[in-house]
Every structure is written in structure tokens, then in C-alpha cells.
């Protein structure tokens, strides 16, 4: 009896980390697709989210429930055009020291987030022509250290310039010193500003700031 226990109590063992070791993988959330490819079974999956050592974080995704998931992680995980922008780009670039309170967001114009904005209220969504959407994409670090797709510096500060009624002063001004005042690719944020037909506002930063 006490070695059946014990093998018990290892294969336990044994597939919690291997739940573990999947939603690790995956940034700190799975799909079910994600346990289904490592070799965990369904049966599995439901005894974990009934022993809570997994939580449904949304439909067909999960998270374990003894560990904080990553929050950056979690939003873009709901849809592959959600792109981190404005501040919330600017914070994971290390330009601004504020910590956002908001996320922002930016989607192709049309998309319906609705379902997003409901559950996530900490988010704010910005929308753009479609064939401007992945201009700038990049691979960044949340603050817990998984990769999530954000804009480079050069797409942020077209969209602090196009956006600058809506951004608060504060980091608009210090984005801007630091951008022109030494991070600047001047080659590159020329050529985003085409693109966003703020040429002319660009080059006077530049100017002026550099």
C-alpha cells in the first residue's frame, strides 16, 4: 500500500510539473492545444482545474493559480493583433519610468475588442489604417520577462506626435528629449513619418531637440 502511495504521489508530482513546465513555456499562459501537443491529457487538464492547480484565464486558456501571471502576457494573449504602443511601448523600452496604469494597445482599424475591453478594463485601445498596423513591430520584455510584441521607438514617437492631445505631458516631453536627444535614427524616424504624413513636425523636433 505505502509503495503504491508513493508512486501516486510521484506521478502527481510529475505532472503538475509538467503543467508547470508548458505554461512556463508558453509566457505564462497555455491553450489547450499547448498541453495537448505535450503529451497531457484532457483527463488531466479538468482533475488540475478542479484541484485548482490550474485556472481558466479565458476561453481555452489557462494559468497556474499558485504563481501571479504576467499581465503583459496575458492581454496579447487574446488576440495576435494586440500590439503594445504609446506609453505602455515607451515603459518596456525603458524611455519612460512611469508604470502605466492603462495598457496601451493599438489594433488595425475595424477590429472589435470589445470582449477584450470588458475583461480587461486596465486597457486603453488605439486604432490605425490597417497597412500602417505593422510598421514597427518588435519583440520586448514584460517586467516579468517574457517576450510580447510592442512598437519600436521610432513607430512610439509617431504615435505620441499624431496622438499628442490625448498624452499626458509628462511623458510626452520626456520621450521626446531622450528620443532626439541621443536615441535618434534619424534615417528611420524619417521615413516613419512619411508614412504617417508628420514630416514636417518631425524634422522641427529634431532640430530643435537634437
Known amino acids: ?7 501516486v504521489v510521484v506521478f502527481v508530482d510529475y505532472y503538475i510539473d509538467k503543467l508547470k513546465s508548458v505554461i512556463e513555456q508558453n509566457g505564462g499562459i497555455a491553450s489547450a492545444k499547448d498541453f495537448h501537443k505535450a503529451g497531457i491529457d484532457r483527463l488531466l487538464l479538468y482533475d488540475s482545474l478542479e484541484k485548482r492547480i490550474l485556472l481558466k484565464e479565458s476561453h481555452g486558456n489557462y494559468i497556474l493559480a499558485d504563481e501571479q501571471p504576467d499581465e503583459f502576457r496575458v492581454i496579447q494573449s487574446r488576440s495576435d493583433k494586440l500590439i ?4 505602455t511601448a515607451l515603459f518596456l523600452h525603458g524611455i519612460s519610468d512611469r508604470v502605466p496604469h492603462k495598457l496601451d494597445l493599438t489594433v488595425p482599424q475595424g477590429d472589435n475588442v470589445s470582449r477584450i475591453k470588458k475583461n480587461y478594463e486596465n486597457t486603453k485601445f488605439h486604432y490605425c489604417k490597417k497597412e500602417l498596423w505593422d510598421l514597427g513591430i518588435v519583440m520586448l520584455k514584460s517586467p516579468q520577462g517574457y517576450d510580447v510584441k510592442a512598437y519600436d521607438l521610432e513607430r512610439c514617437i509617431c504615435d505620441l506626435i499624431r496622438d499628442k492631445k490625448s498624452i499626458d505631458v509628462q511623458v510626452y516631453t520626456q520621450a521626446l528629449k531622450e528620443y532626439f536627444g541621443g536615441k535618434c535614427n534619424p534615417r528611420k524616424i524619417i521615413k516613419y513619418s512619411r508614412a504617417f504624413h508628420l514630416e514636417q513636425k518631425v524634422r522641427t523636433y529634431m532640430e530643435v531637440l537634437s
Open 84 to 87: 503594445f504602443s504609446h506609453g
Open 1 to 7: 500500500m505505502k509503495e503504491r502511495f508513493e508512486r
